[in-house]
């Protein structure tokens, strides 16, 4: 049987794969027979490919376990396989045919050698209705998916759910979506229960990396896959190689197998969804449920990315990087109004750089930007989690909800110490500590006052400083 011939006769890329089943039932490495010229450059893919030959493993060439999966699948149970996936750039239509093929071992040997044969098309666009090609079961857990993505406007809530719905179709112990903002570097983790910040980063730690580290990391261990399909654990040594610090995760936490999804919008990456110690024998099932579910997350994902970061624009200067002018009159309004219960005790501070309209005039503007973000730094430094806002111009305001007195003295004199070791920040600052009955707008306008007066204070000391009349 002329192997060639056969895959020459196949209008379009083609390739013909084989290996051996063993008398106990286990499957050889999987050999690559024959491949037609439309599908050549598969041979000249990397720098280093070797030279091919009828017979040679296909790992000589790549490692894609999904795809072995299914050649195994295909030629081990004569069962043609269709598959629609995200690979190398583009969109992969495959399909997967069992044919007879010339026997390679003695038939007393009880080994029986079996094809397959590939062919495929590639597609930079996703073809929607090679999409819709589902059986019941997976168009029933996708709607299932759905609504639940759908039916809460929590993010949080939206995530858990479609988690919760995921891990029960695939008979997972372990279910997550990984969410991933490459503009901020961000990731958050969601499983059934909800959103866990602190976990996010013992997980990721245990491979010696910072949550976007892994996320990084991932992307490269799918190589340019949509899915990595780890069934068992001799798959997972194909990770072992690959990323032997991920494989040293899945191994002191025990898992058996995992499917890593990549989720995907406008082919840019923006989280994964991982399966961990699934019912194998619904793999195929699985695959393609995560497969359609995948697009739904990225889409809901990406509006919410959008969302934050429109409203962080919208509250946030960009200058120093603390919220904006907006942010404080928002947050005074809902205090004034009672949309938000007003905190029992509040501190308050103005902040204004002294001296820097004469850097402006004397060194440009760029170096009182510089000055500026310098001074929203000491103000992170000094009032770490509370609420920071640039009024506008070289005032910032400091809103204290809920801190003791002392506290809150401390933190302005710490201020001013931060200010005084460095040679070109120097604050006006003014304070008040507010118990009780207060009226915000009032303790504002005190803080303002003492800032004037310290500010007044400090140009009388320093006149070759003050410029704000000349």
């Not at 995921?166 to 490459?182: H, N, Q, S």
């Not at 800032?451 to 400083?465: G, L, N, S």
């Amino acid at each position: 049987m002329d192997l060639q011939a056969l895959v020459e006769g196949i209008d379009g890329m083609a390739t013909l794969y084989s290996f051996d089943i063993m008398p106990d039932g286990s499957y050889s490495e999987i050999r690559l027979m024959a491949v037609n010229k439309k599908n050549d450059y598969m041979l000249h893919f990397t720098p280093d490919a070797p030279e091919f030959y009828p017979g040679i493993p296909y790992r000589s060439y790549f490692t894609e376990l999904n795809f072995e999966s299914f050649v195994y699948k295909s030629a081990g149970t004569t069962q043609p396989l269709y598959s629609y996936v995200y690979a190398h750039g583009g969109w992969v239509k495959g399909f997967y045919l069992p044919i007879v093929g010339p026997q390679t071992h003695p038939e007393e040997s009880c080994i029986r050698t079996v094809y397959c044969l590939y062919t495929f098309t590639y597609t930079e666009e996703v073809e929607t209705e090679s999409m819709t090609k589902h059986s019941s079961l997976v168009n029933d857990a996708v709607v299932d998916i759905s609504v639940k993505l759908h039916e809460n406007s929590d993010f949080t809530k939206a995530m858990s759910s479609a988690v919760a719905v995921i891990k029960e179709f695939c008979g997972a112990d372990k279910c997550a979506v990984y969410t991933v903002d490459k503009e901020t570097e961000m990731c958050r983790l969601f499983d059934e229960n909800g959103s866990h910040e602190g976990y996010i980063n013992i997980f990721t730690g245990e491979m010696g990396r910072t949550p976007y580290e892994a996320a990084l990391a991932w992307e490269k261990d799918l190589q340019l896959s949509n899915c990595l399909i780890l069934e068992d654990p001799e798959a997972l040594e194909v990770v072992k190689k690959r990323d032997p610090d991920w494989y040293h995760s899945l191994t002191i936490n025990g898992i058996k197998n995992i499917i890593l999804f990549g989720i995907r919008c406008n082919q840019d990456l923006v989280g994964f969804i991982w399966t961990a110690d699934f019912d194998t024998s619904k793999v195929m099932l699985i695959k393609e449920t995560l497969e359609l579910t995948s697009f739904l997350i990225a889409a809901v994902i990406s509006n919410h990315q959008l969302v934050t970061r429109l409203e962080i624009k919208s509250t946030t200067d960009e200058l120093t990087r603390v919220r904006n002018r907006n942010a404080m009159n928002d947050r005074v309004d809902d205090l004034l109004s009672h949309r938000v219960q007003q905190p029992n005790v509040m501190g308050v501070a103005f902040a204004d750089l002294n001296g820097l309209k004469k850097i402006n005039d004397s060194l440009g503007h760029k170096a009182g930007d510089a000055i500026l973000k310098k001074a929203a730094e000491l103000l992170k430094q000094a009032f770490g989690k509370y609420e920071i806002y640039r009024a506008g111009g070289d005032e910032f305001v400091i809103l204290c909800p809920d801190i003791t007195e002392e506290d809150f003295m401390g933190k302005v004199a710490n201020l001013r110490s931060l200010a005084d070791s460095t040679p070109d920040v120097r604050f006006a600052i003014g304070a008040v500590y507010c118990e009780e009955d207060y009226d915000i707008t009032s303790a504002m306008h005190t803080a303002d006052e003492r800032m004037y007066a310290d500010k007044q204070a400090y140009y009388r000391t320093h006149p070759e400083i003050d410029r704000r009349k000349r």
